[in-house]
T-cell receptor, first 115, second 113 residues
Framework: KAGVTQTPRYLIKTRGQQVTLSCSPI?????VSWYQQTPGQGLQFLFE???????NKGNFPGRFSGRQFSNSRSEMNVSTLELGDSALYLC??????????????FGQGTRLTVV | GENVGLHLPTLSVQEGDNSIINCAYS??????FIWYKQESGKGPQFIID?????DKRQGQRVTVLLNKTVKHLSLQIAATQPGDSAVYFC????????????FGKGTHLIIQP
């Protein structure tokens, strides 16, 4: 069974640009959550998608957005990039919503560097 | 690695010894707890979970203990091996899941040969 796949693995962008990251969950999983990991703040929850709808959202500005497609694949978008957006962005896949206390599996992440 | 710059507690143990990693969680309403292991350059890997109606759960070489009275979680790794070297995170899930998983800051486990 294939794991969670995130693309691209590495990305370098310039301040002010926008970026789109992709996550393919484990087959059959319907929930995709996104997290940001930085040295200063650790792992922080961005948002969760289930059945193509955003269910939960963390404390991030509106520049961070996402969507989920009918095949459960998800994308997240960051607009008007800032230096502080440099981070490892992780996607987690689970069978049900996180509210159902279900096991979450992480991808390897996308390392975004903003210069 | 991803955690350079973040002052992580470090636990150094001899290969073959048992390791105990501790975590204090924040929300008394949390009812689901997970331990993750993250090796350099990789995403967090699920190790073991426990629900709030349990005090202890065992896996292969790992045991998680939950003390709800003092909001404390621990991960015990038996007979540590070099491959156990990683950063270990505890995570809690709040009833209703409004905020997704809330992660602790992590502990860097170093295995001495």
């Amino acid at each position: 069974k294939a794991g969670v796949t995130q693309t691209p693995r590495y990305l370098i962008k310039t301040r002010g640009q926008q970026v789109t990251l992709s996550c393919s969950p484990i087959s059959g999983h319907r929930s995709v959550s996104w997290y940001q990991q930085t040295p200063g703040q650790g792992l922080q929850f961005l948002f969760e998608y289930f059945s193509e709808t955003q269910r939960n959202k963390g404390n991030f500005p509106g520049r961070f957005s996402g969507r989920q497609f009918s095949n459960s694949r998800s994308e997240m978008n960051v607009s008007t990039l800032e230096l502080g957006d440099s981070a490892l962005y992780l996607c987690a896949s689970s069978l049900e919503r996180s509210a159902m206390n279900t096991e979450a599996f992480f991808g390897q992440g996308t390392r975004l560097t903003v210069v | 690695g991803e955690n350079v710059g973040l002052h992580l507690p470090t636990l150094s143990v001899q290969e073959g010894d048992n390791s105990i990693i501790n975590c204090a969680y924040s929300n008394s309403a949390s009812d689901y707890f997970i331990w993750y292991k993250q090796e350099s350059g990789k995403g967090p890997q699920f190790i073991i979970d426990i629900r709030s109606n349990m005090d202890k759960r065992q896996g292969q070489r790992v045991t998680v203990l939950l003390n709800k009275t003092v909001k404390h979680l621990s991960l015990q790794i038996a007979a540590t091996q070099p491959g156990d070297s990683a950063v270990y995170f505890c995570a809690e899930n709040i009833i209703g899941g409004a905020d997704g998983l809330t992660f602790g800051k992590g502990t860097h486990l170093i295995i001495q040969p």
